[in-house]
Nanobody, 117 residues
């Protein structure tokens, strides 16, 4: 079965950088869209960034210019590099992969990011 495992979260100071990783099994990011979402306490889950198989990327308005989504096809891993972090970036970050037939989404369990000011 498809598994997505996030890692790289932690506690950082405002202004610092962090890179999250999402290792996939039984699905390939090179063949389907991969995305990062986040959920802050008391808020709905929101899209942070999406990377399509062909390389096109989308970024949420709140993070444009500060984050970069990428993938390593050999490692079948999706990354999210985040710079100039603020307390508003605090939340649980989830990795998502769309099924090949686009009928469902697969989610990881999330990794916590806490930014201290």
């Amino acid at each position: 079965q498809v598994q997505l495992v996030e890692s790289g979260g932690g506690e950082v100071q405002a202004g610092e950088s962090l890179t999250l990783s999402c290792a996939a099994s039984k699905i390939y990011f090179s063949l389907t869209s991969g995305a990062w979402y986040r959920q802050a306490p008391g808020k709905e889950r929101e899209e942070v960034a999406t990377l399509l198989p062909g390389g096109k990327v989308f970024y949420g308005d709140d993070v444009k210019g500060r984050v970069n989504i990428s993938r390593d096809n050999a490692k079948n891993t999706l990354y999210l590099q985040m710079n100039a972090l603020t307390s508003e970036d605090t939340g649980v970050y989830y990795c998502k992969a769309r099924s090949y037939d686009r009928q469902r989404d697969y989610w990881g369990r999330g990794t916590q990011v806490t930014v201290s000011s």
